[in-house]
């Protein structure tokens, strides 16, 4: 009768572990048979109320049980850890095989890889680029290229002076100091193109910024002309702007070229026929250029008998606005990254 008590137990026991899926049905099921207050425990206090003979027949069958019973709930943890492993395993997966997200990865401002792309096209026509101060001192910024004091031509340039008392210091407004800076330097033959930034008073707008980039130019030689900076300056238009461009070149007044000109190139829009981005003139204004001033060459020290040079200078905004069709030169200082990131190119 005992007996069939603990065979009842044993199977009711195995049905309840085989049935138990997680360690917490696990945990129970342990207390219920083999925990101090289980249905084990209880089979064992049952000795007392046996005989002397039954008792160690009970008794070691009780244990026998007992370690049966273990042994199989070990068994069965270690299945039912398995399994919640692997589920686990299968929730959690990573996929291995899905594309990374992709780095932002910032560009070359429009106005940095345009002035890669004028220094390389100049680069290959002998020319060194070169860089130099934007806090100019008055002096090349204006008196040693033929701009005296009090000459009216000297307010054209919308200056923001930083320091007047004893020396005249400003942020240069325009590239052409380093002309000067440059030939003081060194001895002709001098071929170098100047990129910077540049800056002057100036009341905002789609065409204006306090703040700009230029490149300028400057060639010295013994027997240099008008011909070469014209040759020259046809080559520079025709590489930024397509190898068919018509050049025309026209009179106009730098106080540190003589003579002056200014150079444009057929509009690349209407090609000549007149629009709205050459204002009806078939013809676009990109740089003012001319023969270095005698009077500068002086300056410098250069022999204006011996040596005779050509120079020219040019905003970079308005060279990118033609060629990207911007029409608000703002847009290239705001930062703003929908604008910016149109000029992610893999050459840059
Ligand atoms: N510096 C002039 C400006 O900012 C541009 C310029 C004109 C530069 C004629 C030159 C030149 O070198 O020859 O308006």
Redesign the pocket.
């Known amino acids: 009768m005992v007996t069939d008590q603990l065979d009842q137990l044993r199977r009711d026991a195995q049905k309840g572990l085989d049935s138990a899926a997680t360690t917490n049905e696990l945990s129970d099921w342990h207390a219920r048979y083999l925990g101090r207050k289980g249905a084990l425990t209880d089979a064992m206090r049952q000795l007392g109320a046996l005989s002397a003979e039954e008792r160690p027949a009970f008794g070691k069958a009780v244990n026998a049980l007992k370690t049966e019973l273990s042994e199989a709930f070990e068994a069965r943890q270690e299945i039912v850890r398995g399994a919640q492993l692997d589920a686990r395993l299968a929730t959690d997966a990573i996929d291995v095989t899905l594309p990374g997200r992709p780095l932002e990865l910032g560009t070359l401002h429009p106005i940095t890889q345009l002035i890669r792309e004028v220094s390389s096209i100049f680069a290959h026509l002998g020319f060194q680029t070169i860089e130099g101060p934007e806090v100019e001192d008055a002096y090349y910024a204006f008196d040693a290229l033929n701009i005296p004091k009090d000459h009216p031509a000297r307010d054209v340039w919308d200056t923001i002076f930083v320091q007047s008392e004893s020396r005249e210091i400003v942020l240069r407004p325009?590239t052409?100091p380093m002309?000067v800076r440059t030939m003081e330097r060194l001895k002709p033959p001098v071929r170098v193109i100047v990129p910077g930034r540049c800056y002057r008073y100036e009341a905002l707008d789609a065409t204006h910024e306090w703040h700009f980039q230029?490149v300028?130019g400057l060639a010295v030689d013994e027997h240099l002309t008008m011909t070469d900076l014209k040759g020259t300056l046809a080559e520079f238009a025709r590489q930024l702007f397509g190898p068919q461009r018509k050049v025309r070149f026209r009179c106009d007044y730098?106080p540190?070229?003589e003579p002056?000109v200014d150079f444009a190139i057929d509009c690349m829009v209407c090609h000549g026929d007149g629009c709205r981005v050459c204002k009806g003139t078939g013809w676009i204004e990109i740089l003012?250029?001319?023969m270095v001033h005698p009077n500068v060459l002086a300056n410098v020290g250069y022999d204006p008998d011996k040596y005779t040079g050509w120079?020219?200078?040019c905003g970079f905004e308005r060279l990118a606005m033609l060629k990207y069709g911007i029409t608000d030169i703002r847009a290239f200082y705001q930062s703003d990254l929908r604008f910016l990131s149109q000029f992610d190119r893999a050459t840059a």
């Open positions: 325009h052409s002309q230029q300028e730098f540190f070229v002056g003012g250029a001319g120079a020219f200078g």
